[in-house]
């Protein structure tokens, strides 16, 4: 006959729980890899609460390796996300530049247009060059923050077009890029340039 001996609380091993939060930690992880980044976020707040339970309790917890995978993985994802958001500002704002620049080398060869007209004579203001412009759009950097004022002016160091390359005719008004002013001179270049370097 087989006896069955009684079982004693010593000799039971207490089953495993698997904590929640590691198991959310990587599912929200693997998410975040493959359908929406801000998964990511809560990815790592899990991560973080499954580690903390897990060290404090008494119990025996499985889930360390879901929760410092799920952890690494939405840490990863989070960061790559902040990189390809700096990136992506970098690149508009590198772009918005970009425009200014050439607005203000279409600002040029209207002076140049309205010079050849007006025996070398520069214009005194934008609205001479009006005849010369497809837009007035033009005379608004990108970057301005208050779109009915014209974002440049001459600045009158001469009323010849001379074609003096170190000679500035017109300027942005406010540095907007970084510190910098978008410069026309005299010979029709165009620079982007802190005022420390003129």
């Known amino acids: 006959m087989n006896e069955q001996l009684p079982l004693s609380s010593a000799n039971v091993t207490p089953r495993r729980k698997i904590n ?3 198991i959310a930690s990587l599912v929200l992880s693997i998410l975040g890899v493959f359908l929406w980044n801000p998964l990511a976020v809560f990815g790592v707040i899990c991560g973080v609460l499954a580690i903390i339970q897990m060290s404090r309790s ?5 889930g360390w390796l879901f929760a410092m ?5 939405s840490s990863f994802v989070v960061l790559i996300s902040i990189y390809a ?3 992506r500002r970098a690149h508009y704002q590198m772009a918005q530049s970009a425009l200014c620049v050439g607005n203000v080398h279409q600002i040029g060869l209207a002076c140049l247009t309205y010079a050849e007209q007006h025996d070398g004579n520069l214009p005194r203001k934008f609205d001479d060059l009006k005849l010369y412009v497809t837009s007035t ?3 608004i950097c990108p970057q ?3 779109t009915n ?3 440049y002016e001459f600045i009158g160091l001469t009323n010849k077009w001379n074609g003096n390359a170190d ?3 017109l300027r942005e008004i406010e540095p907007r890029h970084g510190g910098k002013r978008t410069f026309l001179f005299d010979d029709g270049h165009v620079e982007l340039k802190a005022d420390s370097d003129i």
Do not use: E, H, M
Request: proline share 4%; aromatic share 14%; hydrophobic share 65%.
């Open 20 to 22: 929640v939060f590691a």
């Open 58 to 62: 008494n119990s025996p917890v499985v």
């Open 69 to 73: 995978i799920g952890l690494l993985v």
């Open 85 to 87: 958001w700096t990136l």
């Open 137 to 139: 759009k033009i005379f």
């Open 144 to 146: 301005a923050a208050d």
């Open 149 to 151: 004022r014209y974002s």
């Open 167 to 169: 000679l500035i005719i």
